[in-house]
Every structure is written in C-alpha cells, then in structure tokens.
C-alpha cells in the first residue's frame, strides 16, 4: 500500500463544484450535515474502526444520500461533469500515479473505500476514493469490513512505518525469481499486522511483485553482465553487488517503489546472485547480447 497525504480538499468543495443550481440539488443545502459526516469517517478511520462506520448518519435523509451517490456519478466522474478537474487530481494523487492497493499499475480510476452502493452519503467524500488499478478494483468490488482484522488498509489514515515490511527471498533458481511476503515491523500490533498479511493475500500482491521484479531484472540483466564481465581482476560478483545496493537505495526513495527496493537489496545480499544468478536458463538471449554489445562497441572503437 502507498500512503498518502490527506486530499487538499474536503468534501464541501466537491459539494460546492458539483452543485449547478442549489434549488434542485438536495445535498447542497446539507454541506454541514456531511461536514460532520467526514468528521465522524476520520475519527473513527484514524483509530482504525472504519468498519463501525454506519450508512445512515444524522442529519442527513436517504434522499440526500441518493443525491449524493448521484453527484458522484453525474457531477464528479463523469468526464463532462462540473466536478471532473477534481475527480482527476484525486486519480493521480498516489506517487507516479499508481494504484494506492498494489502499487505496481497504473491508477485508472478511483476506488471508494466503502462501496458507494451501501454507503452513498460519503461517495464524494475525498478522504473515501482511493486511487486504484482496474485489477484491484475488480477484486475489491462492494466489500467492507464488519472487524477490525478484516479492514482493507487505508492509504490517508493507516501508517505503517518506516521499517520495511516486504521481505523478499530470492531462489536459487534461472533468473533469481523472487518471492514476497509480509514480515511484521516492529511498531505493528497484532491488528494491523493480520492487516497488512490479508490485503497482501486479497490482492494476491505476492504473486503480482515477484512478476515486476521479473520484470524488473530483465530489464537490467544486460547491464549485470556487462559489470560482471568487464570488472577486472575477477570483480565482477562484487562489482554487481554494488551496483544492485546502488539500484535499491535508488527505488528505496520513491515510495510506490518500495517493492523494487526491496528485490534489489535482497539481489545484491545473494551472493548466489552476484555470482551470476541473474542469468536466464541456457542463457543465450543474453550472450547474444553481450556479443552484439562487444562487437559494436569494438567497431566504434575502430
């Protein structure tokens, strides 16, 4: 999950940008009513207790809501609505505009946390529209919790740390495929823990980053062999392990990243790895591409 910073906007501004003409908008004249409904959303998101959020809310009537769940549609996702300049900064809001679920796909659209179908009143409530893949929000659909443990984490309200929680071994395999997991940081209680392990489960996210991570490598596997063989004096295992901790520190900085970080430090800790793990199985794609890269480099050269 990417957390994000809180939305520079409440739910009163998207009110304010949806409403064409306040005398046929019901919710227009509700804008405080749904200004405590957001208040009640962070407070109990915040204690981690979203799930005792409950549909009807005072103050507000079920044809408020209606109008509500309307707006979403008409007003703020719809590409001609009043309200789409903002529905699309909330989009892009998540680092490289990726999804804030598995942070590896492209956001395409916006997720409500709880589903809009059985929580109308907060459906343009930005602190509840994620931006989300289509994958995720194909596995996501209308589920909500009714426990603690079972609350999809929430990229505004659910911090979990600095310490890095994806653990990664690499099999001694062609190609260093990878394997995720979740290991438990030190300031998670049990709570959050069963957390952070059932969304990985949900959206299968062990099996998506070690497919990225393959990815990933492919896309670097030339430039380890090119370290591995021209380093002299038989350094070429110590010169890729620099140069994948290099790799590592590099996405360590990006925060949608964090998964390739976590690959690349546990590459460059391989010594099995450094020692020519990368390679493909019967590598001849690639010593035809070193070949390739030799030979052109040596006709430059003439």
């Known amino acids: 999950m990417i957390e994000l910073p809180m939305p520079r906007f409440g739910v009163s501004e998207i009110v304010a940008a949806c409403t064409l003409d306040p005398e046929t908008n019901p919710f227009a004249g509700a804008t405080d009513a749904l200004l405590e409904v957001e208040a009640t959303y962070a407070e109990l998101a915040s204690d981690g207790r979203i799930f005792e959020f409950q549909s009807d809310q005072p103050g507000v009537s079920t044809d408020v809501a209606d109008n509500v769940s309307w707006a979403y549609d008409i007003r703020l996702s719809s590409k001609k609505g009043p309200g789409r300049a903002y529905y699309d900064e909330m989009r892009l809001q998540a680092p490289g505009g990726n999804c804030s679920n598995c942070m590896a796909r492209d956001a395409a659209a916006l997720d409500h946390y709880l589903p809009k179908i059985d ?32 609350q999809f984490l929430h990229p505004f309200f659910d911090r979990l740390g600095p310490e890095r929680w994806m653990h990664v071994t690499v099999l001694e395999e062609p190609s260093s495929p990878t394997v995720f997991e979740v290991r438990r940081a030190s300031n998670w209680d049990e709570t959050l823990h069963q957390r952070v392990q059932s969304h990985f489960r949900r959206f299968e996210l062990g099996i998506l980053l070690s497919q990225k991570a393959g990815t990933l490598l492919g896309n670097h596997r030339l430039a380890f062999e090119s370290f591995f063989t021209d380093t002299p004096g038989g350094d070429g295992p110590a010169a890729v392990q620099r140069e994948a901790a290099r790799l590592a ?35 001849r794609p690639l010593a035809s591409a070193m070949a390739h890269r030799l030979s052109s480099s040596a006709s430059a050269a003439e």
Request: with cysteine.
């Open 119 to 150: 929580f109308p009143v907060v459906a343009i409530q930005p602190t509840n529209l994620l931006p989300i893949c289509t994958a995720c929000n194909g596995v996501k659909l209308r589920q909500s919790a009714t426990a603690a443990t079972e």
């Open 249 to 283: 520190m590099s996405y360590a900085g990006e925060p949608q990243s964090a998964w390739a970080a976590a690959a690349f430090e546990a590459w460059s800790n391989s010594t099995w790895f450094c020692n020519g793990g990368w390679r493909m199985e019967n590598d």
